[in-house]
């Protein structure tokens, strides 16, 4: 009998396969991984070097071997039967399990227009490759969806030369995730680089040389991406009847409905303290569930409650967010030499904050700003605002008032 099976070789399912080693388990692992290559970051794929994606590998295969880790490379999960704990896969094999983690992560939104299989999907190593394999040749290419994976790719394009349309349903690009004074520079920026912009309208169809817009309107495109984001791979845990909504719903300690399966990663949706569930989708994110998930299936009680974090580079700017910033957050901006930093106040209480600077400008800032948010203090205003006053002191004043 396999003791663990993992579902997912991702970020996150490989790291609670370590995770698992690490905490002193010495029953068998099982880690299933539909893709063809050892596990690998996805982060690194918009940002080829040379010409050339970038596979980062998570681990080798020695690593792999070392800590007696059974990786089935290439095979795919097809069903799901709690009631007998088995996993079969579509080679014909079935894994018998004690515990069980579904790391599935997300799949690209699908576009519905006419002529949607001219789009490509950017969100394997093979999608990567193909993309800028492509673009090398080409003269223009359209990207669908002006989050922040179509903004990335627009910047790594732009500087190779390529002419570069961004198609946008929403009236502005980085509306969901990115707080709007960040998301308005970055828009600025693309401008000023040669991204052109069509906003606010939907896509008719797409050609093999062009995308069709809702207003009639063409945008002549050697290379159409979908960029429209992702969602949540639960099919598998659908199918087995475990609870699902906007991922895989989990209790704070990433325990399914069923009790021996866990969830985590960009499949997850976790229960929140106020209520609901949320999924939570940065790299960061990946890992730690991964290994709070690994820590909980051998019996500890640890919830998940780490604060999410993420980050994007475009051109040389890089943007940092910590902590879920809300329109309704009382807005602090401290200016400064590189760039700037926005902190969100909820009754005081330091939530959240970003940053967008030149290159890692602002990542000491950032980190001392996710040790405030932790802390959950009530820092000084003014202190916060004023880029004469290190945050190494605003940290420690704001821990002297609590203490007091």
């Known amino acids: 009998m396999d003791d663990i099976v993992i579902v997912g070789a991702g970020e996150c399912g490989t790291r609670a396969a370590f995770a698992l080693r690490e905490t002193g388990y010495t029953g068998a692992i099982t880690l299933v991984g539909a893709e063809s290559h050892l596990p690998y970051e996805r982060p690194p794929l918009s940002k080829p070097m040379d010409g050339a994606v970038q596979m980062k590998a998570i681990c080798g295969s020695d690593t792999i071997a070392s800590a007696a880790i059974d990786y089935l490379q290439g095979a795919a999960a097809t069903s799901l039967d709690p009631s007998l704990r088995t996993v079969s896969l579509n080679d014909g094999r079935t894994l018998r399990y004690q515990k069980l983690l579904l790391a599935t992560g997300a799949r690209p939104r699908r576009l519905t227009c006419v002529g949607a299989e001219h789009a490509l999907d950017f969100r394997t190593c093979g999608d990567a490759s193909e993309i800028f394999f492509r673009a090398a040749s080409a003269k223009s290419v359209a990207i669908i969806g002006g989050g922040l994976i179509g903004m990335e790719l627009a910047a ?104 021996d399966i866990f969830a985590a990663g960009d499949c997850a949706a976790v229960a929140q303290p106020g209520g609901g569930h949320i999924r939570f989708e940065s790299w960061r994110n990946a890992r730690t569930q991964g290994e709070t998930a690994a820590r909980n299936m051998l019996g500890e ?49 330091l939530v959240a904050a970003a940053g967008l600077g030149r290159g890692n400008s602002l990542a000491k800032d950032i980190k001392l700003a996710e040790m405030l948010v932790a802390a959950e203090l009530v820092p000084d205003p003014e202190a916060l605002a004023d880029p004469g006053v290190n945050l190494k002191a605003v940290l420690k004043s704001a821990r002297a008032e609590a203490a007091a």
């Not at 909504?245 to 069923?258: A, C, E, K, Q, Y």
């Open 301 to 349: 009680a640890r919830p998940f409650d780490a604060i999410p974090w993420f980050w994007s580079d475009q051109y040389d700017l890089s943007l940092q967010v910590v902590g879920l910033p809300r329109p309704e957050h009382q807005a602090i901006v401290r200016g400064l030499p590189d760039g700037e930093l926005e902190f969100y106040l909820d009754g005081g209480r």
């Open 156 to 259: 790594v394009l732009r500087a190779k030369g390529v002419n570069v349309t961004i198609i946008e349903a929403a009236a502005k690009p980085l509306g969901r995730a990115v707080p709007t004074r960040f998301a308005q520079s970055l828009h600025a920026r693309h401008i000023a680089e040669g991204v052109e912009f069509r906003l606010g309208v939907g896509v008719a169809e797409i050609t093999p040389s062009a995308v069709l817009l809702a207003d009639g309107t063409e945008v002549p495109a050697d290379v159409v991406v979908s960029a429209i984001g992702v969602t949540a791979d639960c099919a598998l845990a659908e199918a087995a009847g475990l609870a699902t909504g906007n991922g895989i719903h989990t209790d704070t300690f990433l325990r399914t409905s069923d009790h």
